[in-house]
């Protein structure tokens, strides 16, 4: 079964930038469609973005579309969630997940523990 760490969030201003990682272990990482995923509290969990295995195609939630950018490397088995422009609201808890390329969490069989972001107003 694939372990799945997220790594990179913290407290940060608005205005800038953060980099999220995700480590995978234990499983297959190539051929498999990775997302992120964020929940604030009190609110369901939501889609952020998505990439394709071979990184060729990817999804964002049409709030995100621009500032956000997913990307991932193969070799390292990691994948990243750029996160420009910060604003309060994008606080919340950030998961990672393996699964098929879509944007519900039921597409997505595999998860990380999450890793907080929490941008100051």
């Known amino acids: 079964q694939v372990q799945l760490v997220e790594s990179g969030g913290g407290l940060v201003q608005t205005g800038v930038s953060l980099r999220l990682s995700c480590a995978a272990s234990?499983?297959?990482?190539?051929?498999?469609?990775m997302g992120w995923f964020r929940q604030a509290p009190g609110k369901e969990r939501e889609f952020v973005a998505a990439i394709s295995w071979t990184g060729h195609n990817t999804a964002y939630a049409d709030s995100l579309k621009g500032r956000f950018t997913i990307s991932r490397d193969n070799a390292k088995n990691t994948v990243y969630l750029q996160m420009n422009s910060l604003k309060p609201e994008d606080t919340a808890v950030y998961y990672c997940?393996?699964?098929?390329?879509?944007?519900?969490?039921?597409?997505?069989?595999?998860w990380g523990q999450g890793t907080q972001v929490t941008v100051s107003s």
């Open positions: 234990g499983g297959t990482f190539s051929r498999y469609a």
């Open positions: 997940a393996q699964g098929g390329f879509g944007t519900q969490v039921t597409d997505f069989g595999s």
